[in-house]
T-cell receptor, first 116, second 117 residues
Framework: AQTVTQSQPEMSVQEAETVTLSCTYD???????LFWYKQPPSRQMILVIR??????QNATENRFSVNFQKAAKSFSLKISDSQLGDAAMYFC?????????????FGKGTKLSVKP | DGGITQSPKYLFRKEGQNVTLSCEQN?????MYWYRQDPGQGLRLIYY???????QKGDIAEGYSVSREKKESFPLTVTSAQKNPTAFYLC????????????????FGAGSRLTVL
């Protein structure tokens, strides 16, 4: 079974600085998708960025980028120029590309605080 | 605007009662999901449905039931058999095809908070 591990329960960053959130996963599959979701205090889950495993190029969305290391099964999220609105829980998630595509498997999350 | 609507936002239940959480989407998505979130935990899958009149159990289906009579609707019933139902419940949906770039992205509703008194 696939698992997703986020080893940092909490992180803190100064406004305008850069922070990296870690995520590792375990799978025997070769084709899959990885995601970072943000959950602000409103608790609405918002997609931040996604990565297809077959793509070697790291995904980027404005201030958010990932470092995808397929062999190491690592998928870290880098937030540049951190803003107060980035404060939230961040969840790393895995989804198989094959079979029924039923399940999105989540890590336990990292709580990010942004200091003014 | 397209999206997912969950209701009620807050719900209180007495022990021994069944309650139903509503989830409606107007995104024309085929697949729908129910997740449970507990403090300090990630989301865990309760049930999912890929087409109308069909659904599968997730990792923690015991004590829950669902129906999928319409494409737009996927209600979740928390039964009295669920021993620890107090949690935050999230509904999500996605496209089912594997070709389009957005096919594997889940869109979430705003959630429902259930508290057992």
């Amino acid at each position: 079974a696939q698992t997703v591990t986020q080893s940092q329960p909490e992180m803190s960053v100064q406004e305008a600085e850069t922070v990296t959130l870690s995520c590792t996963y375990d799978t025997s599959e070769s084709d899959y998708y990885l995601f970072w979701y943000k959950q602000p205090p409103s608790r609405q889950m918002i997609l931040v960025i996604r990565q297809e495993a077959y793509k070697q190029q790291n995904a980027t969305e404005n201030r958010f980028s990932v470092n995808f290391q397929k062999a190491a099964k690592s998928f870290s999220l880098k937030i540049s120029d951190s803003q107060l609105g980035d404060a939230a829980m961040y969840f790393c998630a895995y989804r198989s590309a094959g079979g029924s595509q039923g399940n999105l498997i989540f890590g336990k999350g990292t709580k990010l605080s942004v200091k003014p | 605007d397209g999206g997912i609507t969950q209701s009620p936002k807050y719900l209180f239940r007495k022990e021994g009662q069944n309650v139903t959480l509503s989830c409606e989407q107007n995104l024309n998505h085929d697949a729908m999901y129910w997740y449970r979130q507990d403090p300090g935990q990630g989301l865990r899958l309760i049930y999912y449905s890929q087409i109308v009149n069909d659904f599968q159990k997730g990792d923690i289906a015991e004590g829950y039931s669902v129906s999928r009579e319409k494409k737009e609707s996927f209600p979740l019933t928390v039964t009295s058999a669920q021993k620890n139902p107090t949690a935050f419940y999230l509904c999500a949906s996605s496209r089912r095809d594997r070709i389009s770039s957005g096919a594997n992205v889940l869109t979430f509703g705003a959630g429902s908070r259930l508290t057992v008194l």
